[in-house]
């Protein structure tokens, strides 16, 4: 048993064992509520720069497969668990969480009160922290925390994004070509447009509209991703030339923050965040209410009634989070483009938003046969 310690920037520690990786990390401690679900959570780019603890107080029960990876590795900069597995029980396990946590160097800590963590971030909002199993030594900790970049202004994409290109293809007959800007993508996404027909060009987050336009696809995506929608200017400036061109647009979560920007919306940062598979939306187009999957720490400043003013002509917010009044989704009036803050992919997660990938397509064939866009009340049922 290594000794380790968690350091808080306001000066709370906690003390516990090293877990995976021995070493030392710093970043941005925010918690997850999601009982299930820790290998999809770990490889899920958004959460580079974060240091990530579970609420759920058992955790690696199930080890790690080679199937839930949403993307080549794990993004995580720091994991905090309670009472870590320790026997793996699935069939489908290939190893225990603590081996891949070690072999992929991420450093981790054991035997934490997370609950009492999870309190205090709640009240106090998520903050930077470290983890080190290499030193005990609580003052030069708090030194190296409080000299480390916040989250505030970060931008994590050259990091993240593809260095090429790739496709994924259609599953079944192809219906349509979608562009998809990878700002931290997570593998179910395209899975999730494949299996309707789409055929998928992932893109680098550096692409130039000229790139994206030479695809000659039929909607663009933007996908989620780390760091501060604020600090992501240029995937701004792409997609108000993707809506000036009129193609359909369809955002998740930080491609719905650049949306709220593109039509001149800011972003603030949330007290704690929204992570987890348990969160009540309801869609205002519908009045129906999903649970859904959420990891976003940032959220777009835009009024839940009545419509307001964009570049693009009239839009409004689609999609509100009942917990906290949180805009969850937003759209375009006159032209086809729409986003949502949470994760209709689901993983992990239920499936209560997959319609929201129906809605992309029916824009789409809207937009083809050109029939008149109705972007806040197409679709529906799950
Ligand atoms: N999952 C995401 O795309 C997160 C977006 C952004 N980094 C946030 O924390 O709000």
Request: charged share 20%; aromatic share 8%; proline share 4%.
């Amino acid at each position: 048993m290594t000794e380790a310690v968690l350091v808080l920037e306001d000066g709370r520690v906690f003390r516990g064992e090293a877990y995976g990786a021995v070493g030392e990390t710093i970043g941005e401690i925010v918690f997850s509520t999601g009982m299930t679900g820790y290998q999809e959570t770990l490889t899920d780019p958004s959460y580079k720069g974060q240091i990530v603890t579970m609420t759920a107080p058992h955790i690696g029960n199930t080890g790690v497969n080679d199937e839930d990876f949403e993307s080549r590795r794990i993004w995580v900069d720091g994991y905090v668990v309670r009472d870590p597995a320790r026997v793996r029980s699935s069939w489908r396990s290939n190893r225990s969480l603590a081996d891949e946590l070690a072999a992929q160097g991420v450093v981790g800590i054991s035997g934490i009160d997370t609950r009492a963590l999870t309190r205090h971030l709640r009240e106090r909002g998520a903050m930077r922290g470290a983890i080190s199993s290499v030193t005990t030594d609580v003052d030069s900790l708090l030194a190296r925390v409080t000299a480390a970049p916040s989250m505030k202004g970060a931008n994590f994409l050259a990091d993240v994004t593809t260095d090429e290109v790739y496709v994924v293809p259609a599953v079944g007959e192809k219906r349509f070509t979608v562009a998809a800007i990878d700002l931290g993508i997570k593998g179910m996404t395209p899975r999730r447009m494949a299996e309707r027909g789409i055929e998928v060009h992932v893109m680098p987050a550096t692409s130039t509209f000229d790139e994206i336009a030479a695809v000659g696809a039929d909607g663009v995506f933007m996908s989620n991703g780390p760091g501060d929608p604020a600090a992501a200017e240029h995937a701004v400036s792409v997609l108000k030339q993707v809506l000036s061109a009129k193609i359909p647009y369809f955002g998740i979560c930080l491609g719905n923050q650049i949306f709220g920007r593109a039509l001149d919306r800011g972003t603030y940062k949330l007290v704690y965040g929204h992570r987890g598979i348990n969160q009540p939306v309801q869609d205002l187009t519908t009045g129906k209410v999903e649970i859904t999957a959420h990891n976003h720490g940032f959220a777009v400043d835009a009024p839940l009634e009545g419509e307001f003013a964009t570049p693009f002509g009239p839009g409004r917010v689609t999609h509100v989070c009942l917990n906290d009044d949180v805009v969850e989704g937003l759209a375009l009036l006159d032209q086809p483009a729409f986003s949502v803050q949470y994760h209709p992919e689901a993983a992990a997660g239920p499936h209560d938003a997959a319609y929201l990938f129906d809605r992309f397509v029916e824009l789409m064939q809207t937009d083809q046969t050109g029939s008149e866009v109705s972007t806040g009340s197409t679709g529906g049922g799950a």
